[in-house]
Nanobody, 123 residues
Framework: QVQLVESGGRSVQPGGSLRLSCVTS????????MGWFRQAPGKEREFVAA????????LYADSVNGRFTISRDNVKNTISLQMNSLKPEDTAAYYC????????????????WGQGTQVTVSS
Protein backbone atom coordinates (compact mmCIF):
# COMPACT_ATOMS: atom_id res chain seq x y z
CA GLN A 1 0.00 0.00 0.00
CA VAL A 2 1.48 3.31 -1.08
CA GLN A 3 1.17 6.14 1.39
CA LEU A 4 1.77 9.82 0.76
CA VAL A 5 2.01 12.31 3.61
CA GLU A 6 2.07 16.03 2.99
CA SER A 7 3.34 18.70 5.33
CA GLY A 8 4.29 22.37 5.37
CA GLY A 9 0.98 24.10 4.83
CA ARG A 10 0.20 27.20 6.90
CA SER A 11 -0.97 30.79 6.65
CA VAL A 12 1.30 33.26 4.86
CA GLN A 13 1.02 36.84 3.63
CA PRO A 14 0.79 37.74 -0.07
CA GLY A 15 4.22 37.83 -1.65
CA GLY A 16 5.56 35.32 0.84
CA SER A 17 7.08 31.89 0.33
CA LEU A 18 6.27 28.41 1.52
CA ARG A 19 7.71 24.94 1.01
CA LEU A 20 5.51 21.87 0.98
CA SER A 21 6.85 18.34 1.34
CA CYS A 22 5.45 14.92 0.52
CA VAL A 23 6.98 11.78 1.96
CA THR A 24 6.27 8.51 0.17
CA SER A 25 6.23 5.05 1.67
CA UNK A 26 7.17 3.21 -1.49
CA UNK A 27 10.69 1.83 -1.64
CA UNK A 28 10.92 2.12 -5.40
CA UNK A 29 9.22 4.86 -7.31
CA UNK A 30 11.54 5.16 -10.29
CA UNK A 31 8.82 4.65 -12.90
CA UNK A 32 6.34 6.97 -11.26
CA UNK A 33 5.36 10.57 -11.67
CA MET A 34 4.66 12.61 -8.56
CA GLY A 35 2.27 15.53 -8.72
CA TRP A 36 0.86 18.38 -6.69
CA PHE A 37 -2.76 19.39 -7.02
CA ARG A 38 -4.84 21.93 -5.13
CA GLN A 39 -8.49 22.45 -4.41
CA ALA A 40 -10.15 25.56 -3.08
CA PRO A 41 -13.64 25.47 -1.51
CA GLY A 42 -16.31 25.24 -4.17
CA LYS A 43 -13.79 24.70 -6.97
CA GLU A 44 -12.54 21.70 -8.89
CA ARG A 45 -9.24 20.05 -8.13
CA GLU A 46 -6.53 21.85 -10.07
CA PHE A 47 -3.17 20.65 -11.36
CA VAL A 48 -0.16 22.52 -10.00
CA ALA A 49 3.03 20.67 -10.94
CA ALA A 50 4.44 17.21 -11.59
CA UNK A 51 7.85 15.57 -11.69
CA UNK A 52 9.00 12.26 -13.10
CA UNK A 53 10.93 10.43 -10.44
CA UNK A 54 13.48 8.79 -12.73
CA UNK A 55 14.87 11.78 -14.61
CA UNK A 56 13.36 14.81 -12.93
CA UNK A 57 11.29 15.88 -15.91
CA UNK A 58 8.75 18.50 -14.82
CA LEU A 59 5.40 19.93 -15.85
CA TYR A 60 3.78 23.09 -14.46
CA ALA A 61 0.42 24.78 -14.63
CA ASP A 62 0.54 28.17 -16.33
CA SER A 63 -0.80 29.81 -13.20
CA VAL A 64 2.26 28.82 -11.14
CA ASN A 65 5.02 28.59 -13.76
CA GLY A 66 7.92 30.79 -12.70
CA ARG A 67 6.70 31.04 -9.10
CA PHE A 68 6.60 27.41 -7.96
CA THR A 69 9.31 24.76 -8.24
CA ILE A 70 8.82 21.03 -7.80
CA SER A 71 11.78 18.85 -6.84
CA ARG A 72 12.56 15.35 -5.58
CA ASP A 73 14.94 13.74 -3.12
CA ASN A 74 15.64 10.16 -4.12
CA VAL A 75 17.34 9.31 -0.84
CA LYS A 76 14.54 10.56 1.39
CA ASN A 77 11.70 9.47 -0.96
CA THR A 78 10.38 13.00 -0.74
CA ILE A 79 9.10 15.55 -3.20
CA SER A 80 8.85 19.24 -2.45
CA LEU A 81 6.99 22.22 -3.80
CA GLN A 82 8.72 25.55 -3.29
CA MET A 83 6.15 28.31 -3.62
CA ASN A 84 7.28 31.90 -4.04
CA SER A 85 5.43 35.17 -4.67
CA LEU A 86 2.28 33.67 -3.21
CA LYS A 87 -1.06 35.22 -4.09
CA PRO A 88 -4.45 35.02 -2.36
CA GLU A 89 -5.69 32.90 -5.25
CA ASP A 90 -3.12 30.26 -4.29
CA THR A 91 -5.18 29.57 -1.17
CA ALA A 92 -6.28 25.93 -1.24
CA ALA A 93 -5.75 22.47 0.15
CA TYR A 94 -2.67 21.05 -1.56
CA TYR A 95 -2.48 17.35 -2.34
CA CYS A 96 0.40 15.11 -3.28
CA UNK A 97 -0.35 12.34 -5.79
CA UNK A 98 1.42 9.57 -7.68
CA UNK A 99 0.86 7.79 -10.96
CA UNK A 100 2.68 5.24 -13.06
CA UNK A 101 4.02 6.84 -16.21
CA UNK A 102 4.74 10.27 -17.64
CA UNK A 103 3.76 13.58 -16.00
CA UNK A 104 0.13 14.46 -16.52
CA UNK A 105 -2.11 17.35 -15.52
CA UNK A 106 -5.23 15.21 -15.23
CA UNK A 107 -6.05 14.37 -11.63
CA UNK A 108 -8.06 11.33 -12.73
CA UNK A 109 -4.85 9.72 -13.96
CA UNK A 110 -3.25 9.61 -10.53
CA UNK A 111 -3.64 6.47 -8.46
CA UNK A 112 -2.43 7.44 -5.01
CA TRP A 113 -3.25 10.51 -2.96
CA GLY A 114 -2.24 12.10 0.30
CA GLN A 115 -4.63 13.69 2.78
CA GLY A 116 -3.70 17.25 1.89
CA THR A 117 -2.20 20.25 3.63
CA GLN A 118 -3.87 23.67 3.84
CA VAL A 119 -2.23 26.78 2.43
CA THR A 120 -3.83 30.14 3.16
CA VAL A 121 -2.52 33.34 1.60
CA SER A 122 -4.00 36.37 3.28
CA SER A 123 -3.00 39.71 4.73
Amino acid sequence: QVQLVESGGRSVQPGGSLRLSCVTSARTFSTYTMGWFRQAPGKEREFVAAIRWRDGGTLYADSVNGRFTISRDNVKNTISLQMNSLKPEDTAAYYCAARYGLPSSGWQQYDYWGQGTQVTVSS
